[in-house]
T-cell receptor, first 113, second 110 residues
Framework: SAVISQKPSRDICQRGTSLTIQCQVDSQVTMMFWYRQQPGQSLTLIATANQGSEATYESGFVIDKFPISRPNLTFSTLTVSNMSPEDSSIYLC??????????FGPGTRLTVL | LAKTTQPISMDSYEGQEVNITCSHNNIATNDYITWYQQFPSQGPRFIIQGYKTKVTNEVASLFIPADRKSSTLSLPRVSLSDTAVYYCLVQNSSASKIIFGSGTRLSIRP
């Protein structure tokens, strides 16, 4: 199994600012995934991040709003840019094991005022 | 990726067996079925995965009929701590990304 940590665990931000969320894995992984989960809702995949290449975004998500970095095989960041209250959500990163099961981080709870 | 449909919510009592059924009519030959569990304020946790017939591990069983258009997660002798949201997903063996459906909110009562 993989152990994933995220920072910050929660934050309250002002409209128009940006927040960068960090995701750290205790082992090297090829792909990392970023999800958003709004209160009481299911998870929505934002993008897939491969080390050394541009992230692949799902429909409805764009790089200018959610830039992603993947500098090495154990780390990734997701930035939520120019935030509005609609961005208030839990953001989760995940990685896939060699057995095709995914391990999720604890999430970052973001509130935008 | 095949779309999945599962009940929005289910209630049961401690000690009972709970069966949650998921339909995935458009499942492809290379797809397999995975179930995740999510507690409040936590990320989802892998429960079980299967391709056909029956799979059993220490926490659950997964039943998949021959046509694979549905699957049933079986939780034996549930306890209060099994109260969670359960997600059924269909994954392609050649692609890593997974798409979550709406999930089933399971409530266990004393």
């Amino acid at each position: 199994s993989a152990v994933i940590s995220q920072k910050p665990s929660r934050d309250i931000c002002q409209r128009g600012t940006s927040l960068t969320i960090q995701c750290q894995v205790d082992s090297q992984v090829t792909m990392m995934f970023w999800y958003r989960q709004q209160p009481g809702q299911s998870l929505t995949l934002i993008a897939t991040a491969n080390q050394g290449s541009e992230a692949t975004y799902e429909s409805g998500f764009v790089i200018d709003k959610f830039p992603i970095s993947r500098p090495n095989l154990t780390f990734s960041t997701l930035t939520v840019s120019n935030m509005s209250p609609e961005d208030s959500s839990i953001y989760l990163c995940s990685v896939e094991s060699k057995y095709n099961e995914q391990f999720f981080g604890p999430g970052t709870r973001l509130t935008v005022l | 990726l095949a779309k999945t449909t599962q009940p929005i919510s289910m209630d049961s009592y401690e000690g009972q067996e709970v069966n949650i059924t998921c339909s995935h009519n458009n499942i492809a030959t290379n797809d397999y079925i995975t179930w995740y569990q999510q507690f409040p304020s936590q990320g989802p946790r892998f429960i079980i995965q299967g391709y056909k017939t029956k799979v059993t591990n220490e926490v659950a069983s997964l039943f998949i009929p021959a046509d694979r258009k549905s699957s049933t997660l079986s939780l034996p002798r549930v306890s209060l701590s099994d109260t969670a949201v359960y997600y059924c997903l269909v994954q392609n063996s050649s692609a890593s990304k997974i798409i979550f459906g709406s999930g089933t909110r399971l409530s266990i009562r004393p």
